[in-house]
């Protein structure tokens, strides 16, 4: 079983910054690959980022940079660092843990409760 808990959602203005957090925890030793998504209401459930143990990334199209993830390989912890806010970037982010395949697709296995985020003036 593994639970993953989520921080670092809110209400920022266009432009703005935030710093989503997700700590992994339960019988599992080891973190070999995270990754976060995001989904607005009526939309599906889609890929923002994701990273494995040695640092490989993937990241969607639509973020042209602005988005940056992390991973503390120790602490079982991941991050997501969201820079100049737009208001499409609104939805309920998900932070997951899972696996590679191969280099460019990452499969999810486990989930977080999910954290909002509203790009607002």
């Known amino acids: 079983q593994v639970q993953l808990v989520e921080s670092g959602g809110g209400l920022v203005q266009p432009g703005g910054s935030l710093r989503l957090s997700c700590a992994a925890s339960?019988?599992?030793?080891?973190?070999?690959?995270m990754g976060w998504y995001r989904q607005a209401p009526g939309k599906q459930r889609e890929l923002v980022a994701a990273i494995n143990i040695v640092g490989t990334t993937i990241y969607a199209d639509f973020l042209k940079g602005r988005f940056t993830i992390s991973m503390d390989n120790a602490k079982k912890t991941v991050a997501l660092q969201m820079a100049n806010l737009k208001p499409e970037d609104t939805a309920v982010y998900y932070c997951?843990?899972?696996?590679?395949?191969?280099?460019?697709?990452?499969?999810?296995?486990?989930w977080g409760q999910g954290t909002q985020v509203t790009v607002s003036s």
């Open positions: 339960g019988s599992i030793l080891s973190i070999y690959a």
């Open positions: 997951s843990t899972g696996r590679y395949i191969g280099t460019t697709y990452y499969q999810p296995n486990y």
